[in-house]
């Protein structure tokens, strides 16, 4: 997944695990007043099928990727007048010159990368207007899939019934804040089922990507195999938030297990180094 103003220079086979969240991370519908509504995006290659039209308020965005390659759900909202084939558009410019990301094209998060055949989730508080959804993977061949096949779909947020229940957020086992360039959380990461909040609190844009290390594997292997990726990689994908802007937050959940995990963020600096390459790479041990 590139960010402005450059393209990662982080292996593109390391984004395949960004994200990523296996069919248990699901979160179920609930029927608490003011809970979050539930929308499904069902990924395939090369399209996404959702609704056009969608209600404001607390959204958790169920990816379901049919396809047979890998695909992710990049949350942006569409401003000032802009279109979705303006995005397109100004998108593929940006990407073959290596140019500044569209300003008006904000990005808001959104579920990370779903293996094929597999889920992801996040949750947004999103407020009215024109969005939509964009899938950044490159994999096999570096291209972004909104550039390559036009992976992409518009979407309309309309106000809340007024007759509405009250929006009720999400309630939080960790509240996780992005900084340049570090991770921190107000508790420690332990084993179970945790709703993770994700706040953006840099100046710059974040992500957050949760990984766990294959049995006897280490983080030097992991470090190894992102410089020469080769072989099955050390680690699994379990949950994340795509990047989201300045004073951005969201939400995701997953099911912990004992083991060691490792959490980074794969944006793009100003400087075209990968916040990676800035040191915005963690390892966690939980028990």
């Known amino acids: 997944m590139s960010a402005h103003p450059a393209t990662t220079a982080v292996p593109t086979a390391l984004l395949v695990l960004f994200g990523a969240c296996t069919a248990r991370n699901e979160v179920a519908r609930t029927d608490s007043a003011g809970a979050p509504n539930v929308v499904t995006v069902t990924a395939r290659d090369f399209a996404f099928d959702a609704p056009d039209t969608i209600a404001s308020g607390f959204t ?21 007048g802009k279109t979705l084939d303006d995005f397109v558009v100004a998108y593929a410019e940006a990407f073959r010159t290596t140019g500044p990301r569209p300003a008006w094209a904000p990005r808001l998060g959104g579920p990370g990368v779903a293996d094929p055949h597999g889920r992801s989730n996040a949750t947004h508080k999103l407020e009215p207007g024109n969005y939509a959804w964009i899938c950044l993977m490159d994999v096999p061949d570096g291209i972004p899939h909104v550039v390559k096949a036009r992976m992409a779909k518009a979407f309309v947020v309309r106000p809340l019934s007024s007759a509405a229940a009250p929006e009720i957020a999400p309630k939080a086992s960790i509240v996780m804040q992005l900084n340049e360039y570090t991770f921190s959380y107000d508790a ?9 909040r994700v706040e953006n609190v840099g100046a710059e844009s974040h992500e957050v990507g949760l990984l766990k290390l294959a049995p006897g594997k280490t983080m030097q292997d992991f470090e190894a195999w992102a410089r020469n990726p080769g072989g099955p990689p050390p680690a699994n994908a379990i949950g994340g938030v795509s990047s989201m802007t300045r004073g951005s937050d969201g939400y995701f959940e997953v099911d912990l297990t004992p083991g060691e995990y490792v959490l980074l963020c794969l944006v793009t600096a100003p400087d075209g180094r990968s916040h990676v390459e800035h040191g915005m790479i963690q390892h966690i041990r939980i028990n």
């Open 188 to 196: 420690p990461l332990t084993a179970g089922r945790q709703m993770i």
């Open 60 to 80: 958790t965005f169920q990816l379901v990727n049919n396809g047979d390659q890998f695909h992710m759900a990049q949350l942006i909202k569409l401003e000032d």
